[in-house]
């Protein structure tokens, strides 16, 4: 059920997802249209896969569903504005990468070594692989997510930067 407070969090989430990706866009110095073009980009896709994980889907297939949302607008925008749909598709993701899980991978590997009791060595390594293949499907749902627009629409993807 779609609450205000759900719609807040949502919104909220959006700008949030927007200021890093205007700081990994600014990195490749695009022109100021397609730094906003990916702050927008990244709200749309980061507040979509919040709301998807609020809903209850898992986070590897609400990051696939908001990659490839992404990777649809960046071919769209891409279009629009006749630049390349990478400029804005990478700063989009950037902030869906999941640097949780992958600390915890670390962390987890890192306690297991120190451990000498088996009991905690089995749960450390427990964490390990949860969060590890977290990590690996979430990064997999963002690059196949995020590709899959270019390889349905070769046409649409590879002719975006020419103006006839």
Do not use: W
Request: charged share 10%; glycine share 4%.
């Amino acid at each position: 059920m779609i609450t205000t407070e759900l719609i807040q969090l949502t919104l909220l989430d959006a700008l949030m997802a927007a200021i890093p990706a205007i700081g990994f866009a600014v990195i490749s110095n695009p022109s100021r249209k397609a730094v906003f073009v990916s702050a927008f980009m990244a709200s749309i896709g980061h507040s979509l896969r919040f709301f998807l994980l609020k809903s209850g889907f898992e986070i590897s297939l609400a990051t696939f569903i908001s990659a490839s949302c992404i990777g649809l607008m960046s071919i769209l925008f891409a279009r629009l504005i006749h630049c390349p749909a990478e400029v804005f598709s990478f700063p989009s993701l950037l902030p869906m990468i999941p640097g949780l899980f992958a600390y915890r991978t670390i962390l987890g590997l890192i306690r297991f070594m120190q451990s000498s009791d088996d009991v905690q060595s089995q749960v450390n390594l427990m964490s390990i692989f949860h969060n590890g293949f977290t990590t690996l499907f979430v990064l997999l749902a963002l690059v196949i997510g995020v590709s899959l627009p270019v390889l349905l629409f070769p046409k649409n993807s590879f002719k975006v930067t020419r103006k006839y």
